[in-house]
């Protein structure tokens, strides 16, 4: 093992339970290889952005969506596994595998710096993308590294040469995940389909992007405009 690596053995492992974990799964993207892997269809997106609407205007997002399943892996994981998302900070490009966030508020900027960064790579002109928010039931050991200060090496903003290195070793040594930190909740790598059960469509968003970073969201579910900043 290099000077630069971490001993994925030296990291304390912490069992997880997060009854609602959330993601961004873009459903309409440029046309690109990896969009038309992964993205969903407008169509379905319209008939969540209806239902979505009717709940926010009348309880103002107070009544969460229910589950739509309650078994282990269901498809829409062991699809995310089977088209994992572009390469970023914590996952090299085709690393099987599903982010999440403990709220909502993490899972948009997990998406928008994951998704960001594809945009940008890609040279992409200014465009609205929608995203589906998703919810699922997560549980399973992880590695932790939500200590940014003892990990610095994990959380540096341009080199992901220590990040990836460790999550492929933790995906070689079939771990759970890892579990590691942003100011708006903590995010989980997960490396295993088991670890999830349960799912259900949450929200419909609509991202900006100006060409370099995504600037804001709207909300179709409670019905409003946020500014994203960072």
């Not at 107070?62 to 589950?67: G, I, Q, S, T, Y």
């Not at 890609?122 to 919810?135: A, I, K, N, Q």
Request: glycine share 6%.
């Amino acid at each position: 093992m290099s000077g630069a690596e971490i001993d994925p053995n030296s990291i304390p492992k912490r069992l997880l339970t997060w009854p609602a974990a959330f993601r961004l799964r873009p459903i309409a993207v440029p046309q690109n290889p990896y969009a038309a892997a992964v993205a969903g269809d407008e169509a379905d997106i319209e008939a969540l952005i209806a239902h979505c609407s009717s709940v926010g205007r009348h309880n103002r997002g107070l009544v969460p969506l229910p589950f739509l399943s309650d078994f282990a892996a269901p498809e829409t994981v062991l699809a995310a596994f089977a088209n994992p998302a572009p390469e970023w900070q914590f996952a090299p490009t085709g690393l099987p595998h599903l982010a999440v966030a403990e709220n909502a508020k993490a899972a948009i900027r997990m998406g928008k710096e994951t998704f960001g960064q594809f945009l940008k790579d890609t040279d992409e002109g200014p465009c609205r993308v929608s995203f589906v928010l998703e919810r699922f039931v997560l549980k399973g050991s992880f590695h932790e590294i939500t200590d940014a200060e003892v990990f610095s090496r994990c959380y540096d903003a341009v080199d992901y040469t220590v990040s990836h290195q460790l999550v492929s070793a933790l995906r070689a040594a079939e771990a759970d995940g890892l579990i590691y930190a942003r100011n708006e909740g903590n995010c989980a790598v997960v490396l295993k389909a088991d670890c999830f059960s349960g799912y259900a469509r949450e929200r419909a968003l609509a991202l900006d992007w100006d060409g370099i970073r995504f600037t804001r969201y709207f909300d179709y579910r409670d019905l409003y405009w946020a500014e994203l900043t960072g």
